[in-house]
């Protein structure tokens, strides 16, 4: 009895891993997402991300970002880096400025796994806002416009979540439009 017991229990593990492996992620830079890699994983695979990367690369966030979280990132891609003024991303990537990226980059990161579902009801019990706190302390904005999840940073810029729940082993990526900025 013991026997079939530990198979049944096998066969079902093997059918909860299975359905967790086959969930469908978004695509994302041209690449799948798999929800059994971390953030870091992921993002090194997406086309749409080799600027994101290099400066989680520069700003020595690796390691944090491939720990246990969980982490929500809200990625900005390689589009919304270069809507920032010339001379901006060579600028934080050299050495002497690691703290100052640091903290933008940690500004798109909130403790926690929070799915575009959970930020839809907190806007909605938030009468159209909810405040979140990023890693690096500061408040994002969240609401809805025109049907989609947009983020207002403490500047006042505006970053629309592109593709939503891209889920990671370790959290979700929220992908957006524009780089936010503490």
Known sequence: MRN?????????????????????????????????????????????????????????????????GPFTVFAPTNEAFAKLPAGTVDTLLKPENKDQLTKVLTYHVVAGRVTSNDLSKMIKEGNGTAQLTTVEGGKLEAMMQGGKIVLKDEKGGIATVTIAN??????????IDSVLLP
């Open 4 to 68: 079939r017991d530990s198979v049944v229990s096998l066969v079902l593990f093997a059918v909860v891993l299975s359905g967790f492996s086959l969930a469908q992620n978004p695509m994302v830079g041209g690449h799948d997402m798999s929800p059994l890699k971390n953030i870091v994983q992921n993002a090194v695979s997406s086309d749409d991300h080799t600027t994101l990367v290099a400066a989680v690369k520069a700003a020595g966030l690796v390691d944090t970002l491939e720990g246990a």
């Open 166 to 175: 891209v889920m990671q082993s370790n959290g979700v990526i929220h992908v």
